[in-house]
Structures are given as structure tokens and as C-alpha cells.
């Protein structure tokens, strides 16, 4: 008997009620060129529009390629994701949400290269552009403190956040078993957690081009308040991950938690409407600084990520 031949490369995609991207984001996987093996594993969790129709007419264009489980009930964002990732069965993982797309049709093709002459590599990432829901461009998640050419990424930097948010879509990974603890199936969104499982793996690479357009629009997942109950859902969410990684890095953990804090914190006075108490909770912060181990340095990003342009 044959045995079945794996392709190199999957793409996990992941959607819900998404019938005005879809179409968008599975050409965009389509359109990638390169000289290697693909598979399109989709996770449909449960559509009620038209998204289902829309992905069975590109898996009877591309049936060899287009790998779609469609639910027959909800199983919600991070259940989907972990079922869709433990279905693919390529070498390496890209990613991609159903309402996002890649812009550059090499991607694949410039990650793999590095990733395959970069053995201790566990994954590579990208820049990325936001995009409204008509995919004008917003910004582009610029490089700051010192990311302007392609380098590796302590872990460390990623946990404490000293690097722009790595977006999911850009990323190209190794594929691992990883044991999803039964946490992390209820997190509002695991994409940073599961950059510090794949970073816990090997080396972390940044390529400084943009190959992926994130849209935000109001369904967006990120798209919610800085709420105190989000902040201490974050929190708790990074406690748990410090015990799951068996408190190698509880000292980067900390100051994460400390960013998460002040991010609040500055939140909380820039929505404040009444002059005496916006003083009050600005010198607050002042002071806090200090105590939570952030220079003002990092209060410029906080004021940056506040105002919206991430």
C-alpha cells in the first residue's frame, strides 16, 4: 500500500459568520507561489451566513487542497483553533482568521526559505497592516525600539511586550503537540499565549516586511474596551501561563502584568471627562511608574497603544 504523502506546509484557518471576508482571505492563501506541498485546513465554527457556501466553492475548485470541518454546532474562537490547529498535518503551520488576509503572494515562500536554514528556529513573524472593514489601510504596526531589520526575538522581549503585539496571521511555525491546557479554551484571545508556547519551543525570528492586512471592524475580537474586567481576565490569564510554563520566566510574567496595569491605569485617565480628578489620576500614574518598573519610555508606547494605533 502507498503510504500517503504529507504535504510540507498547512494553512490553519479559522471563521465565523465571516461571508464578506471569507472569499478574501482563502485567495489570498491561494495566490501564494512557491515550490512546495499545501493543505487549507478550515475551521468553520458553526456559520449561520453564508460562509459555508463560499468555502465549499473553493474546495470544488481546489478539493485536493481545501480541507474544511464545518461544526454542526458552536464550539467557540479557541476551541475551533485548537481542533483546526491539531488537524493540520504539514511540517510547518501558517495561520490565518477568516476576516484577515496576507498581501504578499511570497510569504510562504520567504518564511519556509528561513525557517528550513534555520533549523533551531521555532517560528518565524511578520509586520502587519490594519485595515478597515473595506480594507483601506489604517496603519501599519510600525517598528519601534530598534525592530528595523530582520533579527531574532528574545522571549523574554515577547512576554513583557517590548515588541509590537505579533499578529497570528503572520507567523509561520513548526508543527508541535502541544497539550492546550483547559484554561486556555475559555481566554477571549490566545494568540499571545500561543506565541510564547511556540517561542518556548526554539528561537524567534522577525522578518521586517509586511506580509498580512488585520481587519479591524466592530465584530473584531480586540475590538473591546480596556475594561477593568478585561484587565484583571489578562491578569489572571498570565498567572495561569507563568504555572503552565512551570515558572521559567514568573520574572517576565511580572512585568508584563505591570504593563497591563499601567495600560489600564492610562486608559482610566484618558477617557476621565472631570479636569481635578484626570490630575489626580495623571500624577497617580506618575508615581506608579516607578512601581511598577516602567520608564517613561514605555509610557509614550502606552499612550500610543491607548489612543489606537495598534
Same mark, same amino acid.
Given at each position: 500500500?502507498?503510504?500517503?504523502?504529507? +504535504?510540507?506546509?498547512?494553512?490553519?484557518?479559522?471563521? &465565523?459568520?465571516?461571508?464578506?471576508? =471569507?472569499?478574501?482571505?482563502?485567495? %489570498?492563501?491561494?495566490?501564494?507561489?512557491?515550490?512546495?506541498?499545501?493543505?487549507?485546513?478550515?475551521?468553520?465554527?458553526?456559520?449561520?451566513?453564508?460562509?459555508?457556501?463560499?468555502? *465549499?466553492? &473553493?474546495?470544488?475548485?481546489? +478539493?485536493?487542497? $481545501?480541507?474544511?470541518?464545518?461544526?454542526?454546532?458552536?464550539?467557540?474562537?479557541?476551541?475551533?483553533?485548537?481542533?483546526?490547529?491539531?488537524?493540520?498535518?504539514?511540517? &510547518?503551520?501558517?495561520? !490565518?482568521?477568516?476576516?484577515?488576509?496576507?498581501?504578499?503572494?511570497?510569504?510562504?515562500?520567504?518564511?519556509?526559505?528561513? !525557517?528550513?536554514?534555520?533549523? !533551531?528556529?521555532?517560528? #518565524?513573524? @511578520?509586520?502587519?497592516?490594519?485595515?478597515?472593514?473595506?480594507?483601506?489601510?489604517?496603519?501599519k504596526f510600525s517598528d519601534y525600539r530598534g525592530l528595523d531589520k530582520s533579527q531574532i526575538?528574545?522571549?523574554? *522581549?515577547?512576554?513583557?511586550?517590548? =515588541?509590537?503585539?505579533?499578529? $497570528?496571521? @503572520? $507567523?509561520?511555525?513548526?508543527?508541535?503537540?502541544?497539550?492546550?491546557?483547559?484554561?486556555?479554551?475559555?481566554?477571549l484571545a490566545g494568540d499571545f499565549i500561543f506565541t510564547i508556547m511556540l517561542g518556548d519551543?526554539?528561537?524567534?525570528? &522577525?522578518?521586517?516586511?509586511?506580509? #498580512?492586512?488585520?481587519? /479591524?471592524?466592530? /465584530?473584531?475580537? @480586540?475590538?473591546?474596551?480596556? %475594561?477593568?474586567?478585561?484587565?484583571?481576565?489578562? /491578569?489572571?490569564?498570565?498567572?495561569? %501561563?507563568?504555572?503552565?510554563?512551570?515558572?521559567?520566566?514568573?520574572?517576565?510574567?511580572?512585568?508584563?502584568?505591570?504593563?497591563?496595569?499601567?495600560?489600564?491605569?492610562?486608559?482610566?485617565?484618558?477617557?476621565?471627562?472631570?479636569?481635578? =480628578?484626570?490630575?489626580?489620576?495623571?500624577?497617580?500614574?506618575?508615581?506608579?511608574?516607578?512601581?511598577?518598573?516602567?520608564?517613561?519610555?514605555?509610557?509614550?508606547?502606552?499612550?500610543?497603544? @491607548?489612543?489606537?494605533?495598534?
Amino acid at each position: 500500500m502507498n503510504s500517503i504523502k504529507k +504535504p510540507l506546509l498547512s494553512v490553519s484557518l479559522i471563521t &465565523y459568520n465571516q461571508e464578506n471576508y =471569507i472569499a478574501e482571505a482563502l485567495q %489570498s492563501i491561494i495566490n501564494q507561489k512557491g515550490n512546495f506541498e499545501l493543505e487549507i485546513v478550515i475551521g468553520n465554527d458553526a456559520s449561520t451566513d453564508g460562509t459555508k457556501e463560499i468555502i *465549499e466553492k &473553493y474546495r470544488k475548485i481546489h +478539493p485536493q487542497v $481545501i480541507k474544511p470541518i464545518h461544526h454542526k454546532e458552536n464550539i467557540g474562537m479557541m476551541n475551533n483553533f485548537i481542533d483546526t490547529y491539531r488537524r493540520c498535518s504539514g511540517v &510547518y503551520i501558517a495561520y !490565518l482568521e477568516g476576516d484577515d488576509y496576507w498581501t504578499d503572494p511570497l510569504k510562504l515562500d520567504k518564511q519556509i526559505s528561513i !525557517l528550513i536554514d534555520n533549523p !533551531l528556529l521555532s517560528f #518565524c513573524f @511578520t509586520d502587519v497592516i490594519k485595515v478597515d472593514r473595506n480594507g483601506r489601510d489604517l496603519v501599519k504596526f510600525s517598528d519601534y525600539r530598534g525592530l528595523d531589520k530582520s533579527q531574532i526575538i528574545p522571549l523574554k *522581549e515577547i512576554i513583557e511586550a517590548k =515588541i509590537r503585539k505579533i499578529h $497570528i496571521g @503572520t $507567523i509561520l511555525s513548526k508543527r508541535y503537540s502541544f497539550d492546550f491546557p483547559q484554561w486556555y479554551r475559555n481566554v477571549l484571545a490566545g494568540d499571545f499565549i500561543f506565541t510564547i508556547m511556540l517561542g518556548d519551543k526554539g528561537s524567534v525570528y &522577525y522578518l521586517n516586511h509586511v506580509t #498580512c492586512a488585520y481587519r /479591524k471592524h466592530e /465584530k473584531s475580537v @480586540t475590538n473591546r474596551p480596556f %475594561s477593568y474586567n478585561y484587565y484583571k481576565h489578562l /491578569k489572571e490569564i498570565y498567572l495561569k %501561563s507563568d504555572s503552565f510554563f512551570e515558572n521559567k520566566y514568573t520574572h517576565n510574567f511580572d512585568k508584563a502584568i505591570n504593563i497591563l496595569k499601567a495600560q489600564y491605569n492610562l486608559n482610566k485617565f484618558q477617557q476621565e471627562k472631570v479636569f481635578i =480628578i484626570k490630575l489626580w489620576r495623571f500624577f497617580l500614574l506618575l508615581f506608579e511608574l516607578p512601581l511598577l518598573y516602567i520608564s517613561f519610555r514605555d509610557l509614550f508606547w502606552l499612550l500610543r497603544k @491607548t489612543k489606537g494605533t495598534e
